[in-house]
């Protein structure tokens, strides 16, 4: 004889599937893409493509003007309200410590502005040069205040200035690859 589950099991299953099946069936958009409440895009593994902080574009009179291409000198806004400027490079002498590789030895200035009504996290900061289409090799020098990001948290309303240094092959040929930090989209910033 078979057994049967106690009232009070058969009944909550009953109610947990009568829940699933109504919440199928709400007032549901069939073109949105938005998690259900209370679920984080992140957390749930589902793409961020939607809330992820893009580019901002430059409107002119007709608001369709793109921004321009990121360029070393001139500041490139998120729409979340992260700014970032990379200054043009410039030379410097590293430390005595420091290993000398092949290549000239470069700085690039690096400032971020935030204006995202929340704390920015410098410890998802990705920045990786390539000199004519070969990674350059990175430089670490903390006497020469030549760093691979800050490491404090950055308040809204707050800016920073930090450099970066590489060992570059070709001066002439540069591209600065930068993404702030996790759901940013890179940037890559070249001479003008």
Not at 14 to 39: E, Q
Not at 81 to 101: C, D, I, M, Y
Not at 111 to 128: A, E, I
Request: proline fraction near 11%; glycine fraction near 10%.
């Amino acid at each position: 004889m078979p057994r049967t589950p106690p009232r009070s099991l058969a009944a909550l299953l009953a109610i947990a599937s009568i829940a699933l099946t109504t919440a199928g069936c709400a007032d549901a958009d069939p073109g949105a893409t938005a998690p259900g409440p209370g679920i984080d895009a992140a957390t749930a593994g589902l793409p961020e493509t939607s809330t992820a902080p893009t580019p901002a574009t430059t409107t002119g009179a007709t608001g369709d003007a793109p921004a321009p291409a990121p360029r070393f000198g001139r500041t490139f806004r998120y729409g979340g309200g992260l700014a970032v400027t990379v200054a043009e490079p410039e030379p410097f002498r590293p430390s005595a410590w420091v290993q000398r590789q092949a290549g000239t030895p470069m700085r690039f200035e690096i400032t971020v502005r935030n204006r995202t009504g929340d704390t920015w996290n410098p410890s998802q900061l990705h920045v990786r040069l390539l000199s004519a289409f070969t990674p350059a090799t990175p430089i670490f020098d903390h006497d020469s205040q030549v760093l691979a990001r800050p490491e404090e948290r950055l308040a809204d309303r707050g800016t920073v200035t930090f450099s970066v240094g590489f060992w570059v092959g070709d001066a002439e040929q540069l591209a600065l690859e930068l993404a702030p930090g996790f759901g940013y989209q890179p940037i890559t910033v070249s001479l003008a």
